[in-house]
């Protein structure tokens, strides 16, 4: 019996998943520390280097921003909260393959910059064009690409960056100088890889913040933004104070000219016809009183 015991025993496998412990994970303080994913984990050093890829719709409950992912790396764990960085975004394939058409030409280009508070930064940049391009303007619009980014880049730090990046600043500033020398059609930024940290603290602004999390809005709240909406479509209109029509036709007209309007005008038919109306109604009242009397001197 003791042997069988043991056996038995022996079977027994601890359960794995009671073990381990669930974590939040969080984005960076440039993102307004949004909690992106949960993991689970026994051990706190293997959550440590874990990467996550979030879209941007996620973060900012907006529908246009789907083709935009996030890559975060966690850093740090504390009180079951994962605290990561930014490592870098792509887009989307599906996205990128609705730009390109046959008998026209794609530009690509690598770029490192590095930024103001010294961070290495890999920017893959593409651009197309109407129709089918020679090399050596290709070359051209590569070298326009490069010095844009690499501007932008020493002029601003590493989340001042990556926000122009996401908002598309950067490819519109292409887009401008690139219009000078070649018309290109489209520009984006479908990569970028951040190859090594800030080591300079820059005391940035309060503006920085690559996104702000919009919470979605339940029906009541709905129904509170409309109702204000419409109270100061009121006020706006009860300030804006219009003349009437009437007011600004006798404007336009002179004052001898009105003179000369009003000594003209005739008696309204209106007015005549009460008058007779009012003498016809004296006469039978007169009538009845003559009739009383005559009736009187008989008896």
Request: net charge positive; with cysteine; charged share 40%.
């Amino acid at each position: 019996m003791a042997k069988a015991r043991s056996r038995t025993a022996v079977r027994k496998v601890k359960d794995k998943w009671k073990a381990k412990t669930w974590y939040n994970i969080l984005a960076p303080q440039s993102f307004d520390n949004v909690p992106i994913a949960d993991t689970l984990s026994s051990d706190l050093n293997n959550v440590i280097d874990r990467v996550t890829e979030v879209s941007l719709q996620d973060l900012t409950n907006d529908f246009r921003k789907s083709h935009i992912k996030l890559f975060f790396k966690v850093y740090k764990v504390e009180n079951n909260n994962a605290y990561t960085q930014f490592i870098g975004h792509s887009l989307t394939s599906d996205y990128l393959r609705r730009m390109i058409r046959r008998k026209r030409s794609k530009i690509e280009g690598v770029y490192d910059v590095t930024t103001r508070d010294s961070a290495t930064i890999r920017v893959k940049p593409f651009a197309t064009t109407d129709k089918r391009i020679q090399n050596s303007q290709k070359r051209i619009v590569r070298e326009t690409m490069k010095k844009t980014i690499s501007d932008n880049a020493k002029n601003s730090t590493m989340s001042e960056f990556i926000k122009e990046v996401i908002d598309g600043k950067v490819g519109s500033d292409i887009y401008k100088n690139c219009k000078k020398l070649y018309p290109v059609k489209r520009v984006e930024i479908f990569k970028t890889q951040v190859l090594g940290s800030p080591s300079i603290e820059i005391e940035e602004k309060e503006t920085t913040k690559i996104i702000e999390h919009k919470k979605e809005e339940s029906p009541e709240d709905e129904k509170k933004t409309k109702s204000e909406k419409k109270v100061k479509k009121s006020e706006e209109k009860e300030e804006i104070v219009e003349k009437p029509e009437e007011q600004a036709v006798e404007e336009e007209i002179e004052p001898e000219v009105r003179k000369d309007f009003e000594e003209s005008e005739e008696p309204k038919p209106e007015e005549e016809k009460i008058e007779i109306n009012a003498d016809e109604t004296e006469k039978p009242a007169k009538v009845s009183k003559t009739k009383k009397k005559k009736s009187k001197a008989k008896k």
